[in-house]
T-cell receptor, first 115, second 112 residues
Framework: NAGVTQTPKFRVLKTGQSMTLLCAQD?????MYWYRQDPGMGLRLIHY???????AKGEVPDGYNVSRLKKQNFLLGLESAAPSQTSVYFC??????????????FGPGTRLTVL | LAKTTQPISMDSYEGQEVNITCSHN???????ITWYQQFPSQGPRFIIQ???TKVTNEVASLFIPADRKSSTLSLPRVSLSDTAVYYC?????????????FGKGTSLLVTP
């Protein structure tokens, strides 16, 4: 049981390049999330998904796209990277669709630098 | 989402009890209070969650007064490995749209 894994761990891009970050979870969770964390800041939600085939915008969605084609995977795409997207990206998943509370399980993060 | 206020940083010596208080004056009736811990270069990790009174697990205790406008995370006998950022979150999943407002958290430094 690996929990939540993220690929890659590090990446350096040039402005205008594109890339996809992969998040995978093996806990059969319904919900998945993408956050970004900038130095000295808390986490900000980019996009999330409440089930396979569904996605929704979070607090800071501009410049990112996501897809949830399989329940266990949640992809975050940057079509044209900008230096402002330099950040650490965290993926998380959670299970409890029926309750009022939830516990999110986080991956180890992807450190992205855009030059 | 209810706004939370917690100290930016705290220092402690090994073996001491650490109490981190979070203010959430506009907490709603259905809101739960959740604390996460984040070590450097890692994702946040769930510590404890509660609605009212006191909750205790193997890691920490959470004290919530009757008016629920604040909460206190208590870490007994901290060690160096408890150095981390601690986030207080308040919300109800149905109302928050599944978004968690992590804020900047409290950076705890434990020294020998």
């Amino acid at each position: 049981n690996a929990g939540v894994t993220q690929t890659p761990k590090f990446r350096v891009l040039k402005t205008g390049q594109s890339m996809t970050l992969l998040c995978a979870q093996d806990m059969n969770h319904e919900y998945m999330y993408w956050y970004r964390q900038d130095p000295g800041m808390g986490l900000r939600l980019i996009h999330y998904s409440v089930g396979e085939g569904t996605t929704a915008k979070g607090e800071v969605p501009d410049g990112y796209n996501v897809s949830r084609l399989k329940k266990q995977n949640f992809l975050l795409g940057l079509e044209s990277a900008a230096p402002s997207q330099t950040s650490v990206y965290f993926c998380a998943s959670s299970y409890d669709p029926g309750g009022r509370t939830d516990t999110q399980y986080f991956g180890p993060g992807t450190r992205l630098t855009v030059l | 989402l209810a706004k939370t206020t917690q100290p930016i940083s705290m220092d402690s010596y090994e073996g001491q009890e650490v109490n981190i208080t979070c203010s959430h004056n506009n907490i709603a009736t259905n809101d739960y209070i959740t604390w996460y811990q984040q070590f450097p270069s890692q994702g946040p990790r769930f510590i404890i969650q509660g609605y009212k009174t006191k909750v205790t697990n193997e890691v920490a205790s959470l004290f919530i007064p009757a008016d629920r406008k604040s909460s206190t995370l208590s870490l007994p006998r901290v060690s160096l490995s408890d150095t981390a950022v601690y986030y207080c979150l308040v919300g109800d999943k149905a109302d928050s749209g599944y978004a968690l407002n992590f804020g900047k958290g409290t950076s705890l430094l434990v020294t020998p």
